[in-house]
């Protein structure tokens, strides 16, 4: 079993919805928690970042943690075209750590 | 500008033939890796270096070397490439002793061994 488990996708959406992608994880020692977004032939870019549970909004990006059930969230409200991208989700239980643990990535694709 | 520079951006290689991805950051960042990006296994860890002259292994790092000998460089070393090193190679650096939320990733090097 993968320490993290992320749906890949893909995802097709209008313009204007509701976006939701999640990750699952099984180490409970996790306590810091990522979001990057990935363009087509670029470097993963960090989008969100949360420490232990609860949540952290910027914008029309929602991040969600739930500990107990180690499971955690993005949101992207009025989704526009240019939200179409992959997004990964990535943990640690340290702030610095010698490595990230990544999801797989969801691609997401948001039509005009 | 604050950046990670991988060079070359995309390459093509024959099996066997060593070649070197040069990474560099201009952020004067303590820490530098090396990840692989595959379809379905998403980033798995190469190499990472907590500063000059500390290198240590990630998950997989068969076939592959590193070096730290400045700060600012971390290049990438397949001895002997084969196949399955085909592959989207990200560099990353961070400030501090390790991955942190203010990491930045360089662009990528798309490897294709034949």
């Known amino acids: 079993q993968k320490e993290v488990e992320q749906d890949p996708g893909p995802l097709s959406v209008p313009e204007g919805a509701i976006v939701s992608l999640n990750c699952t994880y099984s180490?409970?020692?996790?306590?810091?928690f990522m979001w990057y977004r990935q363009y087509s032939r670029k470097g993963p870019e960090l989008l969100m970042y949360?420490?232990?549970?609860g949540n952290k909004e910027d914008g029309r990006f929602t991040a969600q943690v739930d500990k107990s059930s180690k499971y955690i969230s993005l949101f992207i409200r009025d989704s526009q075209p240019s939200d179409s991208a992959t997004y990964l989700c990535?943990?640690?239980?340290?702030?610095?750590?010698?490595?990230?643990?990544f999801g797989t990535g969801t691609r997401l694709q948001v039509f005009p | 500008e604050a950046q990670v520079t991988q060079n070359p951006r995309y390459l093509i290689t024959v099996t066997g033939k060593k070649l070197t991805v040069t990474c560099s950051q201009n952020m004067n960042h303590e820490y530098m890796s090396w990840y692989r990006q595959d379809p379905g296994l998403g980033l798995r860890q190469i190499y990472y270096?907590?500063?000059?002259?500390?290198?240590d292994k990630g998950d997989v790092p068969e076939g592959y070397k590193v070096s730290r000998k400045e700060k600012r460089n971390f290049p990438l070393i397949l001895e002997s490439p084969s196949p399955n090193q085909t592959s989207l190679y990200f560099c990353?650096?961070?400030?501090?002793?390790?991955?942190?939320?203010?990491?930045?990733f360089g662009q990528g090097t798309r490897l294709t061994v034949v």
């Open positions: 990535a943990m640690s239980p340290i702030y610095n750590t010698d490595k990230l643990i």
């Open positions: 990353a650096s961070s400030p501090g002793q390790g991955f942190s939320a203010e990491a930045f």
């Open positions: 180490n409970s020692a996790f306590q810091y």
């Open positions: 949360t420490y232990s549970s």
């Open positions: 270096s907590m500063n000059v002259e500390v290198t």
